[in-house]
């Protein structure tokens, strides 16, 4: 009966994958009130210090003299309260996250908008979306793998993840996995009433290539190529130790080291120029008739 519900999403071309704004993408107000509350009380004492350093006076009497190298320690404390807001938030949203787990299972299936798994599904994403989004305004590159994994997304050792959109739910990457820019990996798909969720498995040392897009039940076999501009289909599975490319993907073209392409472009040249000569020859042949 799944399978049914899935072939009704085996188009030839992607129409829309997202979700739509929901009240609960309030979130994101909430996750701010609770970063910037901890901020403020972690750093009350020392903007009571600079506050004493300026003045004279203080908001409390906290014990602690207030020194003038406070002054140097301003970059070094605004350069930390960066982090902390942003590891606040990962670790709030992600305990938000697991509530809503809680409260309803993620499934995969095909499920009638506004049904309770559509709506969680949801609020699922949004509770995710700010947090991986601060991750990756950070100059860390492994900051962003660290929040998807507070949200279950499963992330192999010695991964890159770069600049792209990748689903938080159901999307399994492993070790060696290279992915490029622009890229977008969905394990869900929305198409006018109802939402496809289904599980995404990119095996090791793989490697998806810029401006592509990965669809829901979509499995990459070990060392398995996604070539540059190209898409899969709902379910579709790509060999390992192969380049596959096509809108969507439909041709497969075998991996090459750089010593076989050399010796393959030498043979394409010696070719060609066997081909001009014979035309050269055969040219002559009827000028000399």
Known sequence: MEREEDSKFEMGFISTSGVYKTPFSLIIIVQLFIGGLVLFFVNLWFINSLYYLLTGSEFYSFGLKAEWYYWLLLPLNIYGNVFLFVFTIIIFSAGIFRILNKLSQPKEGVYERGSKDWKYMHRRFWTAFFPIWLARALPLPWLDIIAYRFFGTRVGRS??????????????????????????????????????????????????????????????????????????????????????????????????????SHQKAVKVKEGIEVSKERQNGTKLNLKEE
């Open 159 to 260: 991964v890159v993840l770069y600049e792209g959109y990748i689903d938080p739910e159901f999307v399994e990457i492993g070790d060696f996995t290279m992915t490029s820019l622009n890229i977008c990996i969905f394990s869900h798909l929305i198409y006018q009433d109802k939402v496809l969720i289904k599980k995404v498995k990119i095996g090791k040392a793989c490697v998806v290539g810029p401006h592509t897009i990965i669809s829901p039940g979509t499995v990459m076999e070990d060392f398995a190529i996604l070539g540059v501009n190209s898409y899969t289909k709902i379910n579709q599975n790509l060999e390992g130790n192969l380049i596959h490319v096509g809108t969507p993907v439909s041709i497969t073209l075998p991996i090459q080291s750089v010593e076989e």
